[in-house]
């Protein structure tokens, strides 16, 4: 199983679907809300919302985006160096409890480092929608990513593709 790519796999114009997706519950919600200690009504307070124009409890918005971006890893940013930028953030329908996200990631544009040639930058723009289809959260980040180790293919590719994993002592 690939967990996030190198440098030389990202294409500019591929998409990305993450899986699965994730329904959000209203412990998720309440959860992040109070460990984050936004304490607006709003997300917590079902008596509160009913009387909003929502009409009930709205999903944070910063869950919905650590939720996207946890799903885009595996695809994106599992083998970052650093997440250098986030350049946009838009939360552009509600969640409510219940609601399931899924999201999708596409390559805008790639280039290598100018000052060390062991990396390069990874443009992408996440997209999450619904279980109807209808878009939440759009935003886009910028990935340092590291080329393609020389191990690569050899019997020590299994080092460089899970770094410091112990090896089992056997009798």
């Known amino acids: 199983?690939?967990?996030?790519?190198?440098?030389e796999e990202f294409e500019v114009?591929?998409?990305?679907?993450?899986?699965p997706g994730k329904t959000v519950t209203e412990y998720d919600?309440?959860?992040?809300?109070?460990i984050t200690m936004n304490h607006h009504p709003l997300h917590l307070d079902n008596h509160y919302a009913s009387g909003t124009q929502q009409g009930?409890?709205?999903?944070?918005?910063?869950?919905?985006?650590?939720l996207l971006l946890?799903?885009?890893?595996p695809d994106v940013?599992?083998?970052?160096?650093?997440?250098?930028?986030v350049e946009s953030l838009?939360?552009?329908k509600p969640v409510f409890h219940g609601d399931t996200i899924y999201g999708e990631s596409t390559v805008l544009d790639k280039k290598?480092?100018?000052s060390k040639n062991d990396r390069g930058i990874v443009q992408v723009e996440t997209i999450g929608y619904n279980q109807d289809g209808v878009v939440v959260c759009i935003y886009r980040r910028k990935v340092m990513v590291p080329k393609r180790p020389a191990a690569e293919g050899t019997d020590d590719a299994f080092e460089a593709e899970q770094p410091r994993r112990p090896v089992p002592q056997r009798d």
Do not use: P
């Not at 114009?13 to 899986?19: E, M, R, S, V």
């Not at 946890?70 to 890893?73: A, P, Q």
């Open 90 to 92: 838009r939360h552009v």
């Open 56 to 66: 009930r409890n709205v999903v944070v918005g910063n869950y919905v985006y650590s």
């Open 112 to 114: 290598e480092s100018s």
């Open 77 to 85: 940013s599992g083998k970052a160096i650093a997440n250098l930028e």
């Open 29 to 34: 919600d309440h959860l992040f809300c109070l």
């Open 1 to 7: 199983m690939q967990f996030g790519r190198y440098f």
């Open 70 to 73: 946890g799903m885009s890893v």
């Open 13 to 19: 114009g591929a998409t990305y679907k993450h899986w």
